[in-house]
Nanobody
Framework: QVQLVESGGGLVQPGGSLRLSCAASRITFSAYAMYWYRQAPGKQRELVAGITSGSSTNYVDSVKGRFTISRDNAKNTIYLQMNSLKPEDTAVYYC???????????WGQGTQVTVSS
């Protein structure tokens, strides 16, 4: 079965940093565009960052300059480096893999990020 497993979440103070990881298995990893979403309680799921199979990246305006998405195809893993964290970054962060040509779309279970003093 396809599997995406997020890790690296936790509790940090405002201004702190976290590095999220998403490890993929049983997929042709290099063919997928990869994304990080987040969802706070009572709010809609939001696309935070994406990276294509060619390593082009995009970010929601609220995280530009603070977050960096990257991928390591040899390790079948993507990362989200989160710096200068703010309380409004608090959410469950989800990893998503998409191969549009093959109509494939998979989600991880999520990892909690809490930014609070």
């Amino acid at each position: 079965q396809v599997q995406l497993v997020e890790s690296g979440g936790g509790l940090v103070q405002p201004g702190g940093s976290l590095r999220l990881s998403c490890a993929a298995s049983r997929i042709t990893f290099s063919a997928y565009a990869m994304y990080w979403y987040r969802q706070a309680p009572g709010k809609q799921r939001e696309l935070v960052a994406g990276i294509t199979s060619g390593s082009s990246t995009n970010y929601v305006d609220s995280v530009k300059g603070r977050f960096t998405i990257s991928r390591d195809n040899a390790k079948n893993t993507i990362y989200l480096q989160m710096n200068s964290l703010k309380p409004e970054d608090t959410a469950v962060y989800y990893c998503n893999a998409r191969w549009s040509q093959a109509r494939l779309n998979f989600w991880g279970q999520g990892t909690q990020v809490t930014v609070s003093s």
